[in-house]
T-cell receptor
């Protein structure tokens, strides 16, 4: 079965500390990988994506993620967080199977990142 | 430019009422998606349109849910005879074809009482 798991529902961290938000997926087919951020009462905004090529992907706001095919993971990292990074983060996967050429996404449950001063 | 817009932003319906949720995608985006986001959960796929054609409706939870996009632009998600379990945020997203970056609207929060 194809699924996406975010291992931590909440991650508290102090300002200027590093953070890692974990995402694992289960699939027997190739995947495209995404991280989205959702601020309160707003829609989702794309942080970064992996489609092919280098497994280390850099996104907006200083975030980066690394695709690890053997571990079926796509963890999100930031070396130094700010108060403004407080939001909910979603990992999403497009499973490339069954002739699905469009971008139907399967999302994880979300991780709430809270940055404390 | 303008992003994806959705209306209404909030909707309260009594159980058994019909509701209609509107999505205005980014101009020129032929792909349009609807997702349902229950409280504390990630979005779940409902349906997909390419222009006016509904190519995938595998995520619609019951035959009470119906979506349309008659002119290939604005889309409407209709829920008939609403139930409490329909309470959720309904997100619309649009994209260019085969470009996998989806642009999301702010969502419509539906509360069924």
């Amino acid at each position: 079965a194809q699924s996406v798991t975010q291992l931590d529902s909440q991650v508290p961290v102090f300002e200027e500390a590093p953070v890692e938000l974990r995402c694992n997926y289960s699939s027997s087919v190739s995947v495209y990988l995404f991280w989205y951020v959702q601020y309160p009462n707003q829609g989702l905004q794309l942080l970064l994506k992996y489609l092919s090529g280098s497994t280390l992907v850099k996104g907006i706001n200083g975030f980066e993620a690394e695709f690890n095919k053997s571990q079926t993971s796509f963890h999100l990292r930031k070396p130094s967080v700010h108060i403004s990074d407080t939001a909910e983060y979603f990992c999403a996967v497009k499973f490339n199977a069954g002739g699905t050429s469009y971008g139907k996404l399967t999302f994880g449950q979300g991780t709430i990142l809270t940055v404390h001063p | 430019g303008a992003g994806v817009s959705q209306s209404p932003r909030y909707k309260v319906a009594k159980r058994g009422q019909d509701v209609a949720l509107r999505c205005d995608p980014i101009s020129g985006h032929v792909s349009l998606f609807w997702y349902q986001q229950a409280l504390g959960q990630g979005p779940e796929f409902l349906t997909y349109f390419q222009n006016e054609a509904q190519l995938d409706k595998s995520g619609l939870p019951s035959d009470r849910f119906f979506a349309e996009r008659p002119e290939g632009s604005v889309s409407t998600l209709k829920i008939q005879r609403t139930q409490q379990e329909d309470s959720a945020v309904y997100l619309c997203a649009s994209s260019l074809p085969t470009v996998y970056e989806q642009y999301f609207g702010p969502g419509t929060r539906l509360t069924v009482t």
